[in-house]
């Protein structure tokens, strides 16, 4: 009788993950194996594809709950099919879009003025004059999307 889906052991070395690093995601619904009579997990192919998606979206910075609450919209009964990926990835994209032009700010504004308060360029005393991008509130104001011009009084 042929065995029903992968065990834990053969999911971590197709995903080159350490077993405790599965059980971990496990946890956190990234995975959910099913159990056969002698209870056991079983993992499908589908969860080596969870975990593969996890992995990347680690790299690229995504935190595990945020991996988690795209995976949780994928059905819990059977394995995806290409239509509920297709879902994943829509939504996927357009948090990778804003994280993209995130960091397209960040790389083009860094090495100037960026309206924290910290006045400490030259060049902040001419956008950031007596740091009047406070008054549009706290942090980094021009990196989180306000401008100089923003600011009425300015």
Known sequence: ???????????????????????????????????????????????LRRLSFALIAQRLGFA????????????????????????????????????IESLQALSDKLDGCIGCGCLSLDKCSLYNKDDRAARLGPGPRYLMGDAPEDDDNG
Request: glycine letters at 8%; zero cysteines; a positive charge.
């Open 64 to 99: 595990l709950a945020e991996i988690a609450s795209q995976l949780a919209a994928l059905p819990a009964d059977h394995a995806p099919d290409r239509k509920d990926w297709e879902r994943i990835a829509t939504r996927f994209r357009r948090d990778i879009k804003t994280r």
């Open 1 to 47: 009788m042929p065995r029903q889906g992968m065990t834990i052991g053969d999911l971590a070395q197709r995903s080159g993950l350490a077993v405790s690093a599965i059980r971990f995601y496990e946890t956190h619904g990234i995975v959910r194996p099913l159990r056969n009579q002698s209870g056991h997990r079983r993992y499908g192919g589908s969860d």
